[in-house]
C-alpha cells in the first residue's frame, strides 16, 4: 500500500534550537517527494522538493531535506529555528503512476521563546 | 510571476445560497485544482482539471460544481451547501500533471455555510 506518514503531530522546539520533522513513506514504486508549509490562517507553500539526483535537498528559509531510500524518510530539519518558523508542516509524495499529491497529515512546529 | 490568487478570502453563506470561487493564475499553468481543508487536517483533492478539461473528480458531491472556463481561471461553484461543507477551500495549479512538476497554492477561501 502506498502512503506517507508523519509520526509527530506536534514539535516544541526552543528558539535558536536545531529541528528535524520526520516523514516517512511506504511505496513500492519510484516517489517525488516534497515539504510544503502553511502559516496560520495561510495556503500552503512550497519548502523543498526531491525528484532526482542528489539526496541532499536544501529549499526556502534554511531548511534542508535528505532522502534516504533504504529507510523511505525525508526528514526536514533545521539548524536554528527562529519564532517566524511557528507553522503547520506538511509531507507530501507524488508515487510514480498516480500523479496525485499525497499528504501526510501534518506537523506543527511550535517556537518557545 | 509565481502566484495563485482566490477570491474571496473569506466567504460566509447560507444553505440555501448559491455562490461561487475564484482563482486565477497566469504562470502558464495547464493542470488546476480544488483542495478542501478542515482544521487541523491535510488538504483533500476534490478535483483536477488538466487542459481545461476535468480529469479527476474525487466522489465529490454534486453540490459541488468546477468550471475552467480558460487556462488560467477555475471556478468552484457552490449551491446548497451543508454547515459541514465549511473548510478552508484552495486552489493550486501545477505545469502540467506530470509527477515532477511542483504544485503552486493559492492563500484559499475560508467558507462558513450558516
Known amino acids: 500500500a502506498q502512503s506517507v506518514t508523519q509520526l509527530d503531530s506536534q514539535v516544541p522546539v526552543f528558539e535558536e534550537a536545531p529541528v528535524e520533522l520526520r516523514c516517512n513513506y511506504s511505496?513500492?514504486?519510484?516517489?517525488?517527494l516534497f515539504w510544503y508549509v502553511q502559516y496560520p490562517n495561510q495556503g500552503l507553500q512550497l519548502l523543498l522538493k526531491?525528484?532526482?539526483?542528489?539526496?541532499l535537498v536544501k529549499g526556502i528559509n534554511g531548511f534542508e531535506a535528505e532522502f534516504n531510500k533504504s529507510q523511505t524518510s525525508f526528514h526536514l530539519r533545521k539548524p536554528s529555528v527562529h519564532i517566524s518558523d511557528t507553522a503547520e508542516y506538511f509531507c507530501?509524495?507524488?508515487?510514480?503512476?498516480?500523479?496525485?499529491?499525497?499528504f501526510g497529515t501534518g506537523t506543527r512546529l511550535t517556537i518557545i521563546p | 510571476d509565481t502566484e495563485v490568487t482566490q477570491t474571496p478570502k473569506h466567504l460566509v453563506m447560507g444553505m440555501t445560497n448559491k455562490k461561487s470561487l475564484k482563482c486565477e493564475q497566469h504562470?502558464?499553468?495547464?493542470?488546476m485544482y480544488w483542495y478542501k481543508q478542515k482544521a487541523k487536517k491535510p488538504p483533500e483533492l476534490m478535483f483536477v482539471?488538466?487542459?481545461?478539461?476535468?480529469?479527476i473528480n474525487e466522489s465529490v458531491p454534486s453540490r459541488f460544481s468546477p468550471e475552467c472556463p480558460n487556462s488560467s481561471l477555475l471556478n468552484l461553484h457552490l449551491h446548497a451547501l451543508q454547515p459541514e461543507d465549511s473548510a478552508l477551500y484552495l486552489c493550486?495549479?501545477?505545469?502540467?500533471?506530470?509527477?515532477?512538476?511542483?504544485?503552486?497554492f493559492g492563500q484559499g477561501t475560508r467558507l462558513t455555510v450558516v
Open positions: 493550486a495549479s501545477s505545469q502540467d500533471r506530470t509527477a515532477n512538476t511542483e504544485a503552486f
Open positions: 511505496s513500492s514504486v519510484s516517489v517525488y
Open positions: 526531491y525528484l532526482s539526483g542528489s539526496t
Open positions: 507530501a509524495v507524488i508515487f510514480f503512476g498516480n500523479e496525485k499529491l499525497t
Open positions: 504562470m502558464g499553468h495547464r493542470a
Open positions: 482539471y488538466s487542459y481545461e478539461k476535468l480529469s
